[in-house]
């Protein structure tokens, strides 16, 4: 039997029940279909998954599984419907955790560019980055090409939109991402920084496909993208066709029992994620620390050929807590602070530069 794909399941189910429970959940994610109606010796034995292992694990078990990679296609969206389609409807079950054979992740393009690739365009070859947001949906135009200005001559590494700004009538892509990225080109011009910006990317393929054309027209170097609303097969066009650097949104991901390491550190570096955001411990939402170093540890870990991918904690940061995310995550990060700029007002420039230089005294080790 050729090696299977390793799918590790947090199932609550009563001691005596869990070995049928097991047996039943290979079925569901594979054949779905009695296995004993099944009379075709070659899909029973390398179709039909197996039960590698059962373990209990606190007041539930862990359940292993081994897929068989053909079932997969190589595609993005089949591997998670193999992963987790039909059993995510069952509120008992979770997906803890997933182990490729060997040469199976180079079946999918990974990040791009990645940490070196990022580092190199922005010329900071050991520091952590600096990110910031675009805020609040609703601005004009004019208004958001003016923090952008503002940020870049402060020397933030990357701008990106709020992911709440699409192509609403108040911003429409096509006027705001040129507007922004003048303001950004001529703040980089004039103090020699090399500032990104990352505009939010969303709507179907054609829409898609036009937002590319318009960032690459201008000069734009980066996207923002949320994989699960956008859609995986679509996220992972981008990454093979748009030549953009792409910055993962985990807007979405909490609709699903799949743990945050496994989806937003594995699964969006594997689809090609270059860096990628997600809600840090002590911020607006309730993610561990042990949670939150485990999803950095998955986007940059050594994997197979894949470059490792940026982590990006946010959500609810402040400058004061610059120190902290760095001895928690390492220079290999990129630390986003919106709001926590925003709400300086008139003194954002100097708020901003005060996280621009935080962030370097810590990569001189002070």
């Not at 933030?156 to 709020?162: A, L, P, R, S």
Request: aromatic residues 6%; hydrophobic residues 45%.
């Amino acid at each position: 039997m050729a090696e299977r794909i390793l799918a590790t399941y947090r199932i609550v189910a009563p001691a005596g029940d869990i070995e049928a429970r097991a047996k039943a959940l290979a079925t569901e994610q594979s054949v779905e279909m009695p296995v004993e109606a099944i009379d075709d010796r070659r899909v029973l034995a390398e179709i039909v998954a197996t039960v590698e292992s059962i373990r209990p694990s606190g007041d539930a078990f862990a359940v292993t599984l081994g897929l068989a990679t053909e079932t997969t296609g190589g595609e993005a969206s089949q591997l998670a419907n193999m992963l987790f389609g039909n059993c995510s409807l069952q509120p008992e079950v979770e997906l803890v955790d997933v182990e490729f054979p060997d040469a199976f992740a180079l079946a999918f393009p990974g990040p791009a560019f990645g940490i070196a690739g990022i580092r190199e365009r922005i010329r900071a070859t050991s520091r952590a980055l600096t990110c910031t947001a675009l805020k609040p949906q609703g601005s004009k135009v004019e208004h958001l090409a003016m923090l952008a200005g503002t940020f870049a001559r402060a020397g933030i590494d990357v701008v990106k939109d709020d992911h709440g700004l699409a192509n609403q009538s108040f911003s429409p892509f096509a006027e705001r991402v040129p507007a922004v990225q003048r303001a950004i080109a001529a703040a980089n011009a004039a103090t020699g920084s090399r500032t990104i910006y990352a505009p939010t990317f969303s709507g179907g393929p054609k829409a898609l496909a036009e937002q590319a054309r318009i960032a690459r027209d201008c000069g734009v170097g980066m996207a923002l993208v949320a994989p699960l609303l956008v859609g995986l097969p679509a996220f992972v066009e981008m990454r093979r066709e748009f030549g953009l650097a792409l910055l993962a949104h985990p807007a979405f991901a909490g609709t699903a029992r799949v743990s945050p390491a496994l989806m937003l550190g594995k699964l969006f570096r594997l689809f090609g994620a270059d860096a990628i955001i997600f809600p840090n411990h002590g911020g607006r939402f309730g993610y561990s620390r042990e949670t939150c170093r485990a999803i950095a540890a998955a986007a940059r870990d050594p994997w197979e050929s894949l470059p490792g991918a940026f982590p990006v904690p946010a959500g609810g940061m402040s400058v004061g807590r610059v120190g902290e995310m760095i001895a928690d995550y390492g220079s290999d990060t990129m630390l986003l602070i919106g709001g926590g700029l925003l709400t300086a007002g008139e003194a954002l420039g100097e708020r901003s530069r005060e996280f621009v230089a935080k962030v370097a005294s810590h990569g001189r080790g002070e």
